[in-house]
C-alpha cells in the first residue's frame, strides 16, 4: 500500500499568479516615495535652521585643516613627503 502525501499547493487562476509581483511593486514604489519624502523633508529643516541661525553662529571654527590638513596636502601636490 503506498502511502499519499498530503500538500498545501493550491492552484490559481491565472489573473492571480502575478499578485506577489504587483505587491512587490507596489510596495517598493510606496518605499522609494516615503524615502523621497523623508529626504527632501530633512532638506527643508535643514535649510529652514540655516536660516534663523543668527550669523554670529555661522562662522567656520574649523582650524584642523588650515593647520595641519591643507598644507599636508599643498606639500603632497608639490611632492615634498618626508617619510
Not at 65 to 70: I, N, Q, S, V
Amino acid at each position: 500500500m503506498e502511502a499519499q502525501i498530503m500538500t498545501n499547493q493550491v492552484i490559481q487562476p491565472a489573473a492571480l499568479q502575478d499578485v506577489p509581483k504587483r505587491i512587490a511593486t507596489v510596495e517598493r514604489k510606496t518605499f522609494l516615495r516615503s524615502a523621497a519624502l523623508v529626504f527632501i523633508a530633512s532638506m527643508i529643516v535643514t535649510l529652514m535652521f540655516w536660516y534663523v541661525l543668527p550669523s554670529s553662529m555661522l562662522v567656520n571654527e574649523n582650524s584642523d585643516y588650515k593647520a595641519f590638513y591643507g598644507p599636508v596636502a599643498r606639500n603632497l601636490l608639490r611632492g615634498a613627503v618626508t617619510l
